[in-house]
């Protein structure tokens, strides 16, 4: 698996060889959303290619103003593959975006500043390589509904593995009774398990376009389910989730469900996760690995957490990007919010990995989601770290080890402990980032940090906060 083309002559021969047709553009906008332009093959040379493809960046959310909206997609040849959903032959390229009135990568374009934090990253000495590992979880309902109105506003997802279906009558074979239960769906196989097929079906597409796939099993929810896929470089990985989603969302449409990575789209049961695995490397070595460390954690790797606790709040407006990603962050859903590490403690907001040799030592953040834009949340995670490398550690941010059950502490254990957590709201978190953002100014501009502010209070936070919602109806309304 990896890379189907190294150069431009290799892309031409992969189209040729794969009889393509089409070629499809593609990049990512500041919400982690993607989008795309499709050209004829016959309308492309290499010259166009390196050039550059115009688009009118005003049409993308909070991106170019409509008197300065034209902007350049500069594809990235070695990020080719074959769609596999497309009737007709069509090769996919992932691109960055170029600001041709300043001449250079567009500073609101997130691949764009996720290469520029690496370039930091080897700017300043401290590595020449980032390896980030994300875990991406997944529900695939049968169903979804939608109301959002001035009188009315309600949600409904379905599932046959949902035990609100226990008493449910079905047009075609009955009603089957196995179901996983809430937070009974670790690891049940068939009958139970109602994905098998269309996991495996996933992971073969996921192959097909590049990714190294591992693993596939049913999580802990309802109708929730993961799939495990090779680490890769900071951009690699970013791309990998991506395609990721892409693959599972259209294979899940194509069977007649629907996939969501929503962090909490059902109350009282597990939510998605976006588990992330870090490490930094130099000259081929593994700058987190000390044999004589706690869980073989070295100094370095513990400054450089120490640097993601010190600015929680800053790092979690990138990493649990919407107001509903909070509601996935509480005791008892696998959900750490606790600002400690541990060895193999899944309580913990950061995890040492059990059984990691020199190669593989690294640390788990648990507490992101897939909510987040992925290039965004790991420039993020990366440059907090970077900032707590510098810094020669934030002791007082750094909480741990601590090998008990942290679900099982009381909000007045955690103050009287000295514990923090993460932050309450989404809005918490954006406050956070007006008054802590000077560690991300090395790679990010003024006016995407303000844009990234607005954007999320004005799209997520302000209409979030003015709707009432059922459960406050239940509670207020005969007041």
């Not at 698996?1 to 431009?8: A, I, L, Q, T």
């Not at 500069?74 to 769609?83: N, S």
């Not at 600001?99 to 609101?108: H, M, P, R």
């Not at 588990?275 to 460390?293: A, M, P, R, T, Y």
Request: glycine share 8%; with cysteine; proline share 5%.
């Amino acid at each position: 698996m990896g890379k189907f083309v190294n150069n431009m002559d290799e892309f031409f021969s992969f189209c040729e060889e794969n009889e393509v047709e089409f070629v499809d553009f593609r990049f990512t906008d500041i919400k982690g959303a993607w989008h795309h332009i499709t050209y004829k093959l016959s309308a492309l040379d290499a010259e166009t290619l390196e050039r550059g493809l115009p688009f009118d960046g005003s049409s993308i959310e909070a991106w170019q103003p409509i008197n300065k909206s034209d902007m350049l997609l500069k594809p990235d040849i070695e990020t080719t593959f074959l769609d596999p959903f497309t009737a007709d032959p069509t090769a996919v390229v992932i691109c960055d975006v170029y600001d041709i009135y300043k001449g250079q990568l567009y500073e609101k374009c997130p691949r764009s500043i996720a290469k520029k934090a690496l370039e930091y990253l080897e700017k300043e000495g401290i590595g020449d390589v980032a390896f980030f590992g994300p875990e991406n979880e997944f529900f695939v309902f049968d169903d979804v509904k939608i109301v959002d109105s001035i009188n009315e506003s309600c949600y409904r997802v379905d599932s046959e593995e949902g035990e609100w279906n226990d008493s449910s009558e079905f047009e075609e074979g009955g009603n089957i009774g196995h179901r996983p239960r809430t937070k009974g769906g670790y690891f049940p196989v068939m009958p139970t398990d109602t994905m098998v097929d269309l996991r495996a079906e996933m992971m073969q597409i996921m192959e097909e376009i590049g990714l190294e796939v591992v693993l596939g099993h049913h999580e802990v929810a309802q109708a929730q389910g993961e799939i495990g896929v090779k680490f890769g470089t900071l951009i690699e990985a970013a791309d990998n989730v991506q395609k990721y989603k892409y693959v599972v969302k259209m294979v899940a449409h194509l069977n007649g469900k629907t996939a969501t990575f929503m962090p909490k789209p059902l109350y009282g049961d597990n939510g998605n996760g976006m588990h992330v695995h870090q490490s930094i490397w130099k000259d081929g070595k593994n700058l987190f690995f000390d044999e004589n460390g706690y869980a073989n954690l070295s100094k370095l790797a513990l400054d450089y957490l120490s640097g993601i606790f010190k600015h929680k709040d800053a790092v979690a407006a990138f990493t649990n990007a919407t107001t509903n990603s909070y509601k996935r962050l509480l005791p008892g859903f696998e959900a750490p919010r606790i600002l400690a590490y541990s060895s193999q403690n899944r309580s913990a907001a950061c995890r040492i990995p059990w059984g990691s040799g020199e190669k593989a030592t690294r640390i788990e953040t648990r507490f992101p989601d897939s909510s987040s834009n992925p290039y965004l949340a790991f420039a993020v995670l990366m440059l907090a770290g970077i900032d707590g490398i510098k810094a020669g550690g934030y002791k007082d941010a750094l909480v741990g080890p601590i090998d008990e059950d942290l679900f099982e502490l009381t909000r007045d254990d955690l103050k009287e402990r000295g514990i923090p957590e993460l932050p309450n709201t989404l809005r918490d978190a954006l406050e956070g980032l007006e008054k802590d953002n000077e560690f991300l100014k090395v790679v990010m501009s003024d006016d995407f940090l303000k844009t990234y502010i607005d954007y999320k209070f004005e799209r997520d936070v302000i209409p979030v906060e003015g709707r009432p919602t059922p459960y406050e109806f239940l509670i207020t309304y005969s007041c």
